[in-house]
T-cell receptor, first 110, second 113 residues
Framework: RKEVEQDPGPFNVPEGATVAFNCTYS??????FFWYRQDCRKEPKLLMS???SGNEDGRFTAQLNRASQYISLLIRDSKLSDSATYLC???????????FGAGTRLFVKA | NAGVTQTPKFQVLKTGQSMTLQCAQD?????MSWYRQDPGMGLRLIHY???????DQGEVPNGYNVSRSTTEDFPLRLLSAAPSQTSVYFC????????????FGDGTRLSIL
C-alpha cells in the first residue's frame, strides 16, 4: 500500500462547479499535511496547509480526518485557472522526509 | 527573493556522460532534497540532507551522488548518464522543523540520448 494515495482523476468540471479531492495516508503518526498545486511542466507550489480543525483560504477548504486518516480539498466556484494537478503531502511525526501523493489532475472547462 | 535556484534549466547529455545539477537556496534551510518526476508520475525522492555534512538516500538513489558541504548548496551528480535518467529534476528545501512545507526550485529538464 502506498504511503499516500490519491485518485489520479482526471476530474473534468465546468466553470463554477464545486469539486472535492480526497487523499488517504497510511502512517497514523503523521504530523503535518499540505496541499500543493503543480501546473504542467512547472514546480509544485504550496497551496495551503491542512489543520486539524479544518481551514479555508478563499475558494479553497482543506479538512483533516485523523481517525480515518484522510485529508480533503474542496474547491468552490472553479475557475479555468484552477486547472492543474493537486498533490497531497504528508510529513510523519519526527521525520523529515516529505511524502507526496501522485496527484489528482483537474481540468476546468469553459 | 531568490528562494531555491536550480541550474541548468535544460540539459541534453549522451549516454555515459557525467554532470552535476546545481541547487542553491538562500533561506538558511537545513533540509534539502532532490526529486525526479517522470511524465504522468509523482515525485520520487532521490537523496536528501538534514544539514551540512549529512546526506541520506531516498527512494531512487542509484546512479546519483550528492554532497552537502554548505547549508546553501546541494548538488546532484549523475555518474554515468543513462536514458532511464531522462526526467525533470526538482530540488526543494525547508526548515528542519518537520512541520514546515518544502519550497521547490523550478526544475532541470534533462534528456539523455
Amino acid at each position: 500500500r502506498k504511503e499516500v494515495e490519491q485518485d489520479p482523476g482526471p476530474f473534468n468540471v465546468p466553470e463554477g462547479a464545486t469539486v472535492a479531492f480526497n487523499c488517504t495516508y497510511s502512517n497514523s503518526a503523521s504530523q503535518s499535511f499540505f496541499w500543493y498545486r503543480q501546473d504542467c511542466r512547472k514546480e509544485p507550489k504550496l497551496l495551503m496547509s491542512v489543520y486539524s480543525s479544518g481551514n479555508e483560504d478563499g475558494r479553497f477548504t482543506a479538512q483533516l480526518n485523523r481517525a480515518s486518516q484522510y485529508i480533503s480539498l474542496l474547491i468552490r466556484d472553479s475557475k479555468l485557472s484552477d486547472s492543474a494537478t493537486y498533490l497531497c503531502v504528508v510529513i510523519p511525526t519526527g521525520g523529515f522526509k516529505t511524502i507526496f501523493g501522485a496527484g489528482t489532475r483537474l481540468f476546468v472547462k469553459a | 527573493n531568490a528562494g531555491v535556484t536550480q541550474t541548468p534549466k535544460f540539459q541534453v547529455l549522451k549516454t555515459g556522460q557525467s554532470m552535476t545539477l546545481q541547487c542553491a537556496q538562500d533561506m538558511n534551510h537545513e533540509y534539502m532534497s532532490w526529486y525526479r518526476q517522470d511524465p504522468g508520475m509523482g515525485l520520487r525522492l532521490i537523496h536528501y540532507s538534514v544539514g551540512a555534512g549529512i546526506t541520506d538516500q531516498g527512494e531512487v538513489p542509484n546512479g546519483y551522488n550528492v554532497s552537502r558541504s554548505t547549508t546553501e548548496d546541494f548538488p546532484l551528480r549523475l555518474l554515468s548518464a543513462a536514458p532511464s535518467q531522462t526526467s525533470v529534476y526538482f530540488c526543494a528545501s525547508s526548515p528542519v522543523i518537520s512541520n514546515q512545507p518544502q519550497h521547490f526550485g523550478d526544475g532541470t529538464r534533462l534528456s539523455i540520448l
